[in-house]
């Protein structure tokens, strides 16, 4: 069973809370001491994920984005909503459904997180998935519920996994790439979070440092203390791996289609930095040398 809940504080729910991104806004969260702070909830798909959350005294609320009948209670009470979606083409569906729900339930505000589709730029019209988070957050504009639109760049939690045997094998040919920690989009979310009179109709475009491969591989390669070297991979072979089995088709199709641009040289933007984090939050966010350090004990176990 989930555990009950008392409101006390304004009430923020975050969705994606056993992810990368939400346990890390979680994290940042529960610490909060000053008169900003909030009562957070976590929302759950799977009783046995709350257990984790319940230890730390973190209130949990049963939500399954592919289950209508679990908005409504899982919204009650809620004011402002962290809202990510699953990597799938129902997302669409997700995103309209719990906009609905939330505007329901009284909820004033939504930090939602999508794609790093700048007006006017390739990927904005070109990638299909970049095209699907549009339509979610037109909706939610029109919704009449304040919202902040977070919009990353590549993850550089994307290169754990990547280093093997004394190489970088990554799908983004020889292009420059536009990179952030998702540590920094947490510390984004969370001031959002905590402002929404400061931060509602905000679009912030979330890109630190933009890198070749090669010279990710050299950062590496002065961090690790040993020879690391790219070794660039074609869109094709994406096909070839576990992960094509594990996702949904149709947004799968949509990465094999967006590094096909990339490698072809069609999507410029994905290099694009904005200088934006420090004027957010106050700090300074995390360079690609600075997460390497931060994560040699992942990055030397590969």
Known sequence: MFQSITQSKPVALILGATGRTGSYLVNLLEKDSGPDNLEIRVAVRKPEQAETFTKRGIPTVHLDLD????????????????????????????????????????????????????????????????IWH??????????????????????????????QDGKLRMFFGHERVGLVDCYDLARVAAAALRHPQKHAGGRYFLSVEALTMTEAAQI???????PITYEPLPASDLRKLPLGEAMEPAYFECIVRQMELLQAGQLPDFADVYDNIPEIIGEQPTAFREFVRNNLALFEAA
Do not use: C
């Open 134 to 163: 549009q339509l979610i957050e037109t909706y939610i504009e029109a919704s009449g519920i304040a919202w902040t639109h977070l919009h990353p760049n590549a993850f550089m939690q994307n290169f754990f996994g990547a280093v």
């Open 220 to 226: 590496l390669s002065e961090e690790l203390g040993k």
């Open 67 to 130: 289950d209508l009948s679990t908005y409504e209670s899982a919204l009650q009470g809620v004011q402002r909503l962290f809202m990510i979606t699953g990597y799938t083409v129902d997302m669409l569906s997700q995103g309209k459904n719990l906009t609905d729900a939330a505007k329901n339930a009284g909820v004033d505000y939504i930090v939602h997180v999508g794609t790093f589709h700048q007006p006017g730029r390739p990927q904005t019209k070109l990638i299909r998935h970049y």
